[in-house]
């Protein structure tokens, strides 16, 4: 059974940092992109950063320059490095498994003073 187990979000001042960690059990990791997306109340889910199976990232405009996504195959894990955290990066953050139906539950990230 596939799993995927988000964690590292918690409460930080904004300009600070975060990494967040997605370990993934159940699956043949290094076959899979991997991709991290976030929800803020009221909102859609959007598509945060993805990385590819050659390590090749993408990230959406509003955190470039800002966050960095990675993955460690031997650890079945994908990372995401926050920096220069804002308010509006307040959200619950997701991973998903390459673009299929599996996804963690989440994590939750708060920026504020």
């Known amino acids: 059974q596939v799993q995927l187990v988000e964690s590292g979000g918690g409460l930080v001042q904004p300009g600070g940092s975060l990494r967040l960690s997605c370990a993934v059990s159940?699956?043949?990791?290094?076959?899979?992109?991997m991709g991290w997306y976030r929800q803020a109340p009221g909102n859609q889910r959007e598509l945060v950063a993805t990385?590819?199976?050659?390590?090749?990232?993408f990230y959406a405009d509003f955190v470039k320059g800002r966050f960095i996504i990675s993955r460690d195959n031997d650890k079945n894990t994908v990372y995401l490095q926050m920096n220069s955290l804002k308010p509006e990066d307040t959200a619950a953050y997701y991973c998903?498994?390459?673009?299929?139906?599996?996804w963690g539950k989440g994590t939750l990230v708060t920026v504020s003073s």
């Open positions: 990385i590819a199976r050659n390590g090749d990232t």
């Open positions: 998903n498994l390459g673009g299929t139906d599996y």
């Open positions: 159940g699956s043949s990791f290094r076959r899979y992109a």
